[in-house]
T-cell receptor
Framework: NAGVTQTPKFQVLKTGQSMTLQCAQD?????MSWYRQDPGMGLRLIHY???????DQGEVPNGYNVSRSTTEDFPLRLLSAAPSQTSVYFC?????????????FGQGTRLTVV | DAKTTQPPSMDCAEGRAANLPCNHS???????VYWYRQIHSQGPQYIIH???NNETNEMASLIITEDRKSSTLILPHATLRDTAVYYC??????????????FGPGTSLSVIP
């Protein structure tokens, strides 16, 4: 059981470049989310999805796009990378709506924008 | 989600119990208290959750006050591997609303040899 898989683990981008951070889960979870984590701060929610075809914004959505065409995948796109987007990005999934669920996190993507 | 407040850092001697407090004075009746931890730069890991009753699993115990305004995560015999940032979250899952759990800065626990 792979759980939540994020790729790549590390990435360096130049300002203005675009890229997609991949997130895949094999647990058939309905909920998926993207967070960013900056030094000394907790996790801040970027975008989230409650199922295929449904996405919404979190706390810090500017500069990021998402889509959810399948239950398994939830890619995060940076259209024009900026140094302020240097961060560690975590993807998470949750099994279902309901109180007794826990979130499963990927191991993160460390992104540096120069 | 109710706002939670945690101390920024704590120390604990190895082998002793680590008691991590969390204040959630605005919690509503149907919000659960969840605890996660993040070791070094890894992805956060679920520890335990509860609604009203105290809970225990193989990792920890969760004590929730009777008025539910605060809770304590207890690691009964802390080891060096328990050094991590611990997050306390109060949240509800509704069928008619979207899930967007928000993490605060948490408590950085250092287990000292």
């Amino acid at each position: 059981n792979a759980g939540v898989t994020q790729t790549p683990k590390f990435q360096v981008l130049k300002t203005g470049q675009s890229m997609t951070l991949q997130c895949a889960q094999d647990m058939n979870h309905e909920y998926m989310s993207w967070y960013r984590q900056d030094p000394g701060m907790g996790l801040r929610l970027i975008h989230y999805s409650v199922g295929a075809g449904i996405t919404d914004q979190g706390e810090v959505p500017n500069g990021y796009n998402v889509s959810r065409s399948t239950t398994e995948d939830f890619p995060l796109r940076l259209l024009s990378a900026a140094p302020s987007q240097t961060s560690v990005y975590f993807c998470a999934s949750r099994p279902r709506q309901g109180p007794d669920t826990e979130a499963f996190f990927g191991q993160g993507t460390r992104l540096t924008v120069v | 989600d109710a706002k939670t407040t945690q101390p920024p850092s704590m120390d604990c001697a190895e082998g002793r119990a680590a008691n991590l407090p969390c204040n959630h004075s605005t919690i509503s009746g149907n919000e659960y208290v969840y605890w996660y931890r993040q070791i070094h730069s890894q992805g956060p890991q679920y520890i335990i959750h509860g609604l009203k009753n105290n809970e225990t699993n193989e990792m920890a115990s969760l004590i929730i006050t009777e008025d539910r305004k605060s809770s304590t995560l207890i690691l009964p015999h802390a080891t060096l591997r328990d050094t991590a940032v611990y997050y306390c979250i109060a949240t509800i899952y509704k069928k008619t609303s979207y899930d967007k759990v928000i993490f605060g800065p948490g408590t950085s626990l250092s287990v000292i040899p």
